[in-house]
Protein backbone atom coordinates (compact mmCIF):
# COMPACT_ATOMS: atom_id res chain seq x y z
CA UNK A 1 0.00 0.00 0.00
CA UNK A 2 1.12 3.30 -1.27
CA UNK A 3 2.16 5.44 2.27
CA UNK A 4 3.24 8.83 3.20
CA UNK A 5 4.22 9.33 6.54
CA UNK A 6 4.60 13.32 8.63
CA UNK A 7 6.71 13.70 11.49
CA UNK A 8 8.40 16.57 12.97
CA UNK A 9 5.07 18.19 14.61
CA UNK A 10 4.78 19.27 18.25
CA UNK A 11 4.31 21.96 20.72
CA UNK A 12 6.42 25.12 20.24
CA UNK A 13 6.65 28.51 21.68
CA UNK A 14 5.39 31.68 19.48
CA UNK A 15 8.40 32.65 17.48
CA UNK A 16 10.00 28.97 17.49
CA UNK A 17 10.62 27.12 14.91
CA UNK A 18 9.66 23.40 13.82
CA UNK A 19 10.71 20.83 10.44
CA UNK A 20 8.10 19.13 9.04
CA UNK A 21 8.88 15.51 6.99
CA UNK A 22 6.54 13.92 4.53
CA UNK A 23 8.51 10.19 3.72
CA UNK A 24 7.29 7.82 1.81
CA UNK A 25 8.20 4.23 2.30
CA UNK A 26 6.67 1.82 -0.52
CA UNK A 27 7.36 4.42 -3.64
CA UNK A 28 9.48 6.42 -5.00
CA UNK A 29 8.64 10.55 -4.74
CA UNK A 30 10.61 11.55 -7.58
CA UNK A 31 7.42 11.22 -10.14
CA UNK A 32 5.48 13.98 -7.69
CA UNK A 33 4.70 16.99 -7.17
CA UNK A 34 4.47 17.51 -3.00
CA UNK A 35 1.98 19.81 -1.25
CA UNK A 36 1.66 20.60 2.46
CA UNK A 37 -2.11 21.57 3.78
CA UNK A 38 -2.69 21.97 7.18
CA UNK A 39 -6.40 22.02 9.05
CA UNK A 40 -7.18 23.82 12.15
CA UNK A 41 -9.94 22.75 14.11
CA UNK A 42 -13.20 24.59 13.12
CA UNK A 43 -11.51 25.72 9.66
CA UNK A 44 -11.03 23.85 6.23
CA UNK A 45 -8.14 22.23 5.06
CA UNK A 46 -5.81 25.20 3.89
CA UNK A 47 -2.89 24.46 1.28
CA UNK A 48 -0.16 25.84 2.25
CA UNK A 49 3.25 25.18 0.10
CA UNK A 50 4.21 22.84 -2.85
CA UNK A 51 7.05 21.61 -4.88
CA UNK A 52 7.10 20.46 -7.98
CA UNK A 53 8.66 17.38 -9.09
CA UNK A 54 11.87 18.64 -9.81
CA UNK A 55 12.61 20.78 -7.11
CA UNK A 56 12.19 24.03 -8.97
CA UNK A 57 9.20 25.37 -8.71
CA UNK A 58 7.37 26.19 -5.33
CA UNK A 59 4.80 28.13 -4.21
CA UNK A 60 3.25 28.98 -0.94
CA UNK A 61 -0.01 30.43 0.32
CA UNK A 62 0.11 33.90 2.03
CA UNK A 63 -0.32 33.47 5.40
CA UNK A 64 2.99 31.73 5.37
CA UNK A 65 4.81 33.02 2.85
CA UNK A 66 8.30 34.61 3.75
CA UNK A 67 8.66 32.17 7.07
CA UNK A 68 7.93 28.92 5.53
CA UNK A 69 10.51 27.05 3.14
CA UNK A 70 9.30 23.78 1.23
CA UNK A 71 12.23 21.75 0.03
CA UNK A 72 13.23 17.97 -1.24
CA UNK A 73 15.75 15.57 -0.98
CA UNK A 74 14.58 12.89 -3.63
CA UNK A 75 18.13 10.66 -2.25
CA UNK A 76 15.76 9.99 1.04
CA UNK A 77 12.67 10.23 -0.59
CA UNK A 78 11.61 13.23 1.91
CA UNK A 79 10.02 16.35 1.68
CA UNK A 80 10.59 18.82 4.26
CA UNK A 81 8.85 21.71 5.38
CA UNK A 82 10.96 24.01 7.51
CA UNK A 83 8.35 26.49 9.79
CA UNK A 84 9.61 29.86 11.41
CA UNK A 85 8.52 32.53 13.41
CA UNK A 86 5.53 30.43 14.15
CA UNK A 87 2.08 31.65 15.55
CA UNK A 88 -0.48 30.47 17.55
CA UNK A 89 -2.42 30.69 14.55
CA UNK A 90 -0.44 28.43 12.80
CA UNK A 91 -1.57 25.85 14.85
CA UNK A 92 -3.14 22.95 13.12
CA UNK A 93 -2.70 19.42 11.54
CA UNK A 94 -0.36 19.54 8.96
CA UNK A 95 -0.61 17.19 6.01
CA UNK A 96 1.70 16.11 3.23
CA UNK A 97 0.57 15.09 -0.31
CA UNK A 98 1.57 13.90 -3.61
CA UNK A 99 0.00 14.38 -7.39
CA UNK A 100 1.96 12.58 -10.12
CA UNK A 101 3.78 14.93 -12.08
CA UNK A 102 4.23 14.33 -15.83
CA UNK A 103 6.59 15.30 -18.20
CA UNK A 104 4.62 18.17 -19.30
CA UNK A 105 3.84 19.48 -15.53
CA UNK A 106 7.63 18.60 -14.36
CA UNK A 107 8.12 21.84 -13.36
CA UNK A 108 4.29 22.42 -12.10
CA UNK A 109 2.89 22.28 -8.37
CA UNK A 110 -0.43 22.55 -6.61
CA UNK A 111 -1.91 23.82 -3.61
CA UNK A 112 -5.43 22.85 -4.12
CA UNK A 113 -6.68 19.27 -2.44
CA UNK A 114 -8.49 17.79 -5.40
CA UNK A 115 -6.46 15.84 -7.74
CA UNK A 116 -3.89 14.95 -4.84
CA UNK A 117 -3.21 10.98 -5.12
CA UNK A 118 -1.87 10.17 -1.79
CA UNK A 119 -1.82 11.31 1.82
CA UNK A 120 -0.36 11.14 5.21
CA UNK A 121 -2.47 11.03 8.31
CA UNK A 122 -0.64 14.42 9.49
CA UNK A 123 1.14 15.82 11.98
CA UNK A 124 0.03 18.00 15.00
CA UNK A 125 1.63 21.28 15.48
CA UNK A 126 0.65 23.24 18.44
CA UNK A 127 1.81 26.38 18.95
CA UNK A 128 1.24 28.20 22.49
CA UNK A 129 3.20 29.61 25.36
Known amino acids: QLQLVESGGGLVQPGGSLRLSCAAS????????IAWFRQAPGKEREGISC????????NYAGSVKGRFTISRDNAKNTVYLQMNSLKPEDTAVYYC??????????????????????WGKGTLVTVST
Open 51 to 58: ISRGGTST
Open 97 to 118: AAKRSTLSTYGSCWLSSSGMDY
Open 26 to 33: TFTLDYYA
